[in-house]
Every structure is written in C-alpha cells, then in structure tokens.
C-alpha cells in the first residue's frame, strides 16, 4: 500500500492521536444505544424480578415488570429487544411455546400495548419449552427430528406474530426452518413480519449461563448434531447463503467474540443487514472479571463492542446494551465538559 511517505520528513501517526476530540475526528468505529439488541427473559407469575446468579444486572421479568422496564430502555435510547420465554410448564412437545396465552404471547401483547414503538423481536425456539430441554421435537431414540421440529418453528413464530411480534428470529437450527416460517407468515396474512435468522449459530460453551437464565439445558447430550463446529468459518458462508434463499431478511452470527473472523466474512460476502450476539457466556466472563477487580469492566466492554462493530456486525444482540448506552451518555458529556474548558482557556 502506498503511504506517500515524504522524503524529507516521516509519516507521523500519533499526530491524530494527541487529544480525544483528535482520536474522535479520525475514529473509524463508533457505537450508538440504537446499536444495541437488549435480551429479556420474561417468566410466568406476577411481581417477578429475579436477578440471574451467572449474569449480574440480568433479570427473569414477569410481565407486569415490562413497562418499567420499556421505559428504563428507551431512555437510554434502546430500541429493540428480544424475549426469551420460561413457561410454567414445561412438555414434550413444547406447547407453551406456541400457545395463545403463552409467557411470550402475552409479553407481546403488553409491550406493544404500552411501547409500540419498541421493535420486539421473538426468539423462536424449543429448548426452553421442551421438557427435554432439547431445540425441536424428538424421536423415539432421542434424536430432534429436523422436520417434525420445523413444523413446530413455523407455528411458534406465527403465533408470536400474531401476538405482535415485530420480527421473528428463529434459533433452533434445524434446516428448512426459514422457508416454512416464511410460509407460514405469509400465508396468515403476516407478509410484513421479517425474519431475523440466526443463520450462524456455533455450538459453543459460551451459552453456559444463558441456560441457566432461560432454564433450558438439555437433560441430555447436547447440541451438536444441529449448531456448527467452532472450527468451521466456510461453511458459515454456505449456512447465510442457504437462509437468504430461503428468505431470511437479517442474518445472526452467534457468539461474536470468539468468531469475528466470521463476521467479518460474511460482512463481506454478503450484503445484508447482519447482527452478531454476545452472548451470555461473553458477558459473565466480563462480569467476573470486574468483580474481582482485575480488569476495567467500562473500558473493556466498550473495547469489545467496538470490536464486534469493527468485525462487520451493523447490530449488536448484547446484556451489557443498558450500561453501554450509560457509558456513552456520560463519554458525550465528558467530551463536552473538555470542549467546554477549552474554551474557557482561549477565552
Ligand atoms: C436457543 C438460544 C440459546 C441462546 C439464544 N437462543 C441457547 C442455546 O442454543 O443453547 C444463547 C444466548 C446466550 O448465550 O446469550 N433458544
């Protein structure tokens, strides 16, 4: 690359690095709160706000919780969430996922009731339905069947549509799942429902604590016959281009931190919106950390969702979005705080 380095002098790089309103001019990355996917998980009961143990400063929310919490978010400037349901009962055949007054069903209806304005994405799976805690429906030698458990995906995200989902993200994993969800929104007259697909989803022990927030490790086995190999970056490219065909609208790539590399290549591969989500696991390490005193919890998270917007990802699906957008605030205020002494110098 051609640097036009001058003969009589040397390229000086720290010149755009002296000051913070200098790095601000040349900043090649920046985050916003609307940048931020924010996770809730919402319980059956009334008066529930239960902090999860592996997640601090996450919550199981009962409904009756949602407007407070609305409110909290959009303050802050964040403008998409999406639900996790922990029914009251759980079966074989995940019916509280798809029933009409299910957790998540009516967590819809109330948020669009008090926020419609807030974009409400459903996560639409099996595993925290199933008694079995397993992604779809199984058959009789323990294995989720890919097609049976489709079948489940498309009425599950038809009734989260119909109970006013904004768009639905299924995450099972299971193959054709995109077109028969696609097929069965439209076909109910839900032609304007998008679906976020996470298309790249790793089978990765970074989910560790999220199943504890959303109740739903699998009594056996685990995931590996339908999330992807850590070790595969190509065949994520062939996943997107598979969920695209079949008319995915934005595509996912889970976890972020440990697959930048394939964030980054599908960012240039495709040209679709594209969201990467941080996971749980992501997110307890920082907190750990941070607890124990042995890193910065405010700079290394802002580091690392920088990180994550500089791989490729336009979104960022993220528990730390309510601090983050925080830290933002208070980075602007700082900023104009300095601004303002140094007017007051050349005063
Ligand atoms: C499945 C689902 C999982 C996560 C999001 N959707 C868990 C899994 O696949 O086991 C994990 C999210 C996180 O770890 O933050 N419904």
Redesign the pocket.
Known sequence: MGVGVAQSDFRRTRRLRRSESVRALVRETTLAPGDFIQ?LFITHGAGVRREISSMPGQYQLSVDELPRELHELAELGIRSILL?GIPEEKDREASGAFAENGVIQQAMRAIKREMPEMVVIG?V?A??YTDHGH?GILTGCGEVDNDLSVELMARIALSQADAGADIVAP??MMDGRVLAIRRALDEAGHLNVPIMS?AV?YA?A??????E??A?MPAFGD?RSH?MDPANAREAMTEIAIDLDEGADIVIV??ALAYLDVIRMARDTFDVPLVA?N???E?AMVKAAAQLGWIDERRVTMETLTAIKRAGAGRIIT?HAREASRWLREGEAEARRAVDVMSEWHA
């Not at 970074?206 to 199943?211: M, Q």
């Open positions: 996770p996790f996560d799976c595993c925290e992604c995450s099972d996470y989803k990765s970074f989910y560790g604590p999220f199943r927030a959303a739903s995931r999330q889970k976890p989500y996971v749980s696991g997110y528990y």
